[in-house]
């Protein structure tokens, strides 16, 4: 085992990480294995500059399983977590319960790509064009 990590330190020297990032990190990580990982795995396979407990990793891993985006099975004494989903499907769903809190849909919605950078938006374009050619 590695030296141990006491701090959530995202890198960028602010010492607090956005909502949801460390659980797409830890999907991600997840996602690249080749297989269920415990949480002391998964947080040595996290970035260098990503200091954090175990417990922290833990329970992060509960939540997510709690949120139905891991799964988890016992072996031995610790439990072992796969994805069910990847990143980006943790960031839709999380989008999703956003906008349905707030009955004024196309307000949000147009305030969500009026925010957007010239970049996003024309990806957001091509995208509802191509659904719509299906």
Do not use: C
Not at 4 to 26: M, V
Not at 57 to 83: C, D, I, Q
Not at 119 to 133: A, C, F, G, P, T
């Amino acid at each position: 085992m590695g030296a141990p990590r006491s701090t959530a330190d995202d890198g960028s020297g602010g010492g607090r990480r956005r909502s949801g990032q460390l659980e797409a990190q830890i999907v991600t990580v997840l996602g690249e294995a080749t297989g269920p990982l415990t949480p002391g795995e998964v947080r040595d396979r996290l970035e260098p500059h990503i200091v954090l407990s175990y417990s922290t990793v833990v329970t992060t891993l509960s939540r997510l399983y709690e949120k139905g985006v891991v799964a988890r099975h016992r072996e031995g004494r610790a439990f072992r977590y796969s994805p069910l989903s990847d990143a980006a499907g943790l960031v839709a769903d999380r989008m999703n319960k956003l906008l349905a809190v707030e009955a004024d849909h196309a307000s949000v919605l147009r305030r969500f790509i009026n925010k957007l950078d010239d970049r996003d938006e024309q990806l957001l374009r091509n995208l509802l064009n191509e659904d719509h050619r299906r």
